[in-house]
Nanobody
């Protein structure tokens, strides 16, 4: 059974940085795409970034604008999201997701696997 466990969230001041981690287990993920989504209070969940595990192709939401970087560690079966230059509007629960089809586009994750989320709070 696929399990995704996020960590690394917390409270940070505006302009600060965090590295979110997603430890994946229960399957071989070489054919998967992995992604990060976020949901702010009162808002719909939105796509942040994704990576196709096998070839490392990455996709980002427009609002990322070079501030966030997704990466993976094959040996650790872990996906990371480095978030820099944080703004108060980045405050949200950040979710890790796995797309078994390997496409890595947002809608493909809907039928995949999801973690429980990690809270990121940015103070002004």
């Amino acid at each position: 059974q696929v399990q995704l466990v996020e960590s690394g969230g917390g409270l940070v001041q505006a302009g600060g940085s965090l590295r979110l981690s997603c430890a994946a287990s229960g399957n071989t993920f070489s054919n998967y795409a992995m992604g990060w989504f976020r949901q702010a209070p009162g808002k719909e969940r939105e796509f942040v970034a994704s990576i196709i595990w096998s070839v490392g192709i990455k996709y980002y939401a427009d609002f990322v604008k070079g501030r966030f970087t997704i990466s993976r560690d094959n040996a650790k079966n872990t996906v990371y999201l480095q978030v820099n230059s944080l703004k108060p509007e980045d405050t949200a629960v950040y979710y890790c997701a796995a797309d078994p089809t390997g496409w890595g586009i947002a809608r493909r994750f809907e039928d995949g696997y999801w973690g429980q989320g990690t809270q990121v709070t940015v103070s002004s």
